[in-house]
């Protein structure tokens, strides 16, 4: 699987939007882009994912560049609650040696009232 | 659904004592993954399995771990003997091997005293 790279931290105030950006310039063709999100003492949290097109779902836009190299996930109006880990990883959907899933160090995101 | 169910949710044993965690994936899921979460090393997929099968178990830190899933919706992580350095919270994980990633439990906090 591609390596990703975030940023540790990162503050945003309530009600504004948090765009957190994800770089995997090692990203292969067939390599989706996913986000989970950990809200502390909780198991993470499927956010979204995307290929290559940008996508939006209730929760959050994934923003992904032509290049793929990188992408930008998009909370449009942050609460408090949004505050966690905030994970981007990539990987093919179907691989050969299973599907599994490995978690960097994520950015830790910080909802400010 | 009820989701991702593990149990017990908090365990305090004593070094050297057997623990065992359990856990009841989603109904039609077919795989299954244990991970542990530590401040020091974040979350480490430990093993996964595949209709039943593990297919991976390269994270299991040592012989004194082990892993079952005797049917399609129980699975068990056991630690024989403990020790204080298995202090983790341990989250178990299913997917259905589609794009959609996993699904988390809320995990088990173990303490060994």
Redesign the interface.
Known sequence: DAKTTQPPSMDCAEGRAANLPCNHSTISGNE?V?W?RQIH??????II?GLKNNETNEMASLIITEDRKSSTLILPHATLRDTAVYYCIVRA??SN?????????GTSLTVIP | DAGVIQSPRHEVTEMGQEVTLRCKPISGHNSLFWYRQTMMRGLELLIYFNNNVPIDDSGMPEDRFSAKMPNASFSTLKIQPSEPRDSAVYFCASSDRGYYGYTFGSGTRLTVV
């Open positions: 989706y996913y989970y003492s909780q198991g993470p949290q499927y994912h959907p179907l040696t299973g599907n599994q899933f490995y978690f960097g160090t």
